[in-house]
């Protein structure tokens, strides 16, 4: 019996050390958001697939083919009330009037501690599905990424994680979304530490490589094991054409450009329309309509016209058509407010640059040109790693679905000079550039995001030194000495800030003691003090105290009530921001 007891006693300690196991933990749920990914990615295709059956009878991503078979005024009426249906479902559904999409993950993972709305993120979802189903010029891996982070995010929340590890659930369910969708585990994984998360941890690295191989796993055993797209056999790349790799590159950045400042255009044009707001993806979709009739390559998608640019089977002609209409069908869907992602798009549009591009190669070097394909493959990841900001996922997204090195070298050089450009023309990637549209500019580094995430309500004194408007001089001069930061804060009964005294305001007194009865706390307060709120992060409250030369200011409600809610020390902001670095930094190393 005694033996049993200790037995027993020994197994429950070893379950309370293995409960309190962060790592151990975490893997176990990122098998759960995984597997909840993955089958959300599935329900989110078939749905894709459900609602084009009923606007183009036919569920199939090849699209464009049975387009071209459908009267014109069927292209152009599709997606025009389809996007009168995506406006209503937008304006019924969404509080803030827009889906929600990649940018805005990353916003939640550097502001909002790794929190997300698993119903906004649903709602989305179904405007997403809605979208692209009507023949928008979207993608589906954006969707998809967001709501795999949504589903993370949720659980995140449920369960009360703290800041490092709800972050790393949020990678978890993108990995497997991404993974799910493109048949790439490797890639999945990356492009959560990549784009979402913003560097890579090594206690994050394994719980997000489980969740993408699960969200891979629960594709195949749906879809089948078979990649996003096939790449059929090439002549190898020769290193002598490592130049016009490197040109390709140059064109890939100017067309990654084109999209954003595209956007921007169409989105500009759409809020100077007359009329509801709901309105305006119906009148998008009557432009990408327009466009279709002419070219059907722009609907939807666009995969099976990538594919058919791998396979060489697209004539130049059809090529450029596509090119410039898929960018400005892309541009149009985008800035006219239809849901979706720009991943699908950016592959697209660099499917058919690099198809054309490598067209004209093979015709003036046939001898040294490893083929047309090749050029649509570096084109692809191109545009898609200017775009997306994302130039390591991207490469290894192309590796995954090829196995090839030496393509991968090819795609490597137009990848890193395509992002370099666009990032220093425009200094953003798409998702940066949404955030700074919206007055968020995520780009100063992590250490900035771990300030934001701070708020001076975490690091505020409550026991400062404060007075009433009537207290008289002998006390001010009593208790200013020892008052910290040696500051006193006048503050009314109903805790209203009158205003702060310092020794400086004193200076007129020093040597007057025939004022002591006469002048009080409410006659020497500096009025109109340098005020924080008690929700300003701590990033503004640096940025604050550089520009006012104060190191010890009063903490209100807001600007406009100035309840008095206690003190912050400069000292005190940074001392903060030094044990959250270090405790994320232990979080990620350990």
């Not at 640019?309 to 892309?330: D, N, Q, S």
């Amino acid at each position: 019996m005694a033996i049993g007891r200790i037995t027993i006693s020994r197994g429950l300690m070893w379950a309370r050390r293995v409960l309190r196991n962060d790592q151990l933990i975490l893997a176990v749920l990122a098998v759960f958001v995984g597997a909840c990914s993955g089958g959300a990615i599935i329900l989110f295709r078939e749905g894709i697939s459900q609602v084009q059956s009923v606007f183009y009878g036919t569920g199939s991503e090849r699209l464009y083919e049975h387009a071209a078979s459908l009267p014109w005024w069927w292209i152009l009426l599709a997606p025009t009330v389809g996007g009168v249906l995506v406006g209503l479902t937008i304006h019924f559904l969404m509080r803030r009037k827009r889906p929600s999409t990649v940018a805005d993950v990353i916003a939640a993972t550097a502001m909002q501690s790794g929190r997300m709305s698993l119903r906004r993120g649903l709602k989305t979802a179904i405007v997403d599905c809605l979208s692209i189903g009507v023949g928008a010029s979207v993608g589906r891996e954006g969707p998809a990424v967001h709501l795999g982070a949504s589903l993370g995010g949720y659980l995140a929340k449920v369960l009360h994680l703290t800041r490092s590890l709800s972050r790393t659930l949020m990678g978890c369910g993108v990995a497997a979304a991404v993974a799910a969708s493109f048949n790439a585990p490797i890639a999945g994984a990356l492009f959560a530490n990549e784009v979402i998360i913003g560097h890579y941890g090594l206690s994050a690295f394994a719980p997000i490589v489980i969740s993408s191989v699960v969200g891979t796993m629960v594709s195949h055993a749906y879809f089948g094991d078979f990649p996003a797209f096939i790449i059929t056999q090439h002549a190898g790349v020769s290193f002598v054409e490592m130049p016009a790799f490197a040109i390709l590159g140059l064109l890939a950045a100017a067309s990654a450009i084109g999209v954003m400042n595209g956007v921007t255009a169409a989105a500009k044009v759409s809020a100077k329309l007359p009329g509801p707001v709901w309105l305006r993806p119906g009148v998008g979709g009557f432009l990408v309509g327009g466009i279709a009739i002419f070219i059907p390559h722009v609907l939807g998608l666009g995969y099976g016209v990538t594919d058919d640019a791998l396979k060489e089977a697209l004539p130049w002609a059809i090529l450029l058509a596509a090119f410039v209409g898929k960018l400005v069908a892309t541009t149009i869907s985008i800035g006219f407010g239809f849901g979706g992602g720009i991943f699908s798009a950016a592959l697209c549009i660099g499917a058919m640059l690099g198809g054309v591009y490598g067209v004209a190669v093979t015709s003036v070097f046939p001898a040294i040109s490893s083929g047309a394909d090749v050029y649509t493959v570096v084109g692809m990841g191109a545009v898609a790693a200017a775009v997306l900001g994302a130039p390591i996922s991207t490469t290894l997204i192309i590796f995954e679905m090829t196995g090839d090195y030496g393509l991968t070298v090819a795609v490597m050089i137009a990848v890193v000079l395509s992002s370099i450009v666009t990032k220093q023309v425009t200094g953003h990637n798409f998702f940066t550039w949404q955030l700074a549209k919206r007055g968020l500019d995520l780009r100063a580094g992590f250490e900035t995001t771990l300030l934001r995430d701070l708020r001076v309500r975490d690091v505020m004194a409550s026991a400062c030194a404060r007075v009433g408007p009537e207290v008289r001089l002998p006390e001010i001069r009593k208790l200013l000495p020892n008052a910290p930061g040696g500051r006193i804060f006048v503050v009314d009964e109903d805790d209203g800030l009158v205003g702060t005294i310092t020794l400086s305001d004193l200076a007129d007194f020093a040597f007057d003691g025939g004022v002591d009865d006469l002048v009080m706390a409410n006659d020497i307060a500096r009025r109109h003090p340098p005020v924080l709120a008690i929700t300003d992060d701590l990033e503004h409250a640096l940025q604050m105290f550089g520009e006012w030369g104060e190191e010890h200011v009063a903490v209100v409600d807001s600007a406009d009530s100035l309840v008095f809610h206690g003190c912050v020390h400069e000292k005190d902001v940074i001392a903060a921001y030094n044990r959250a670095l270090v405790e994320t930094r232990r979080e990620e190393h350990e």
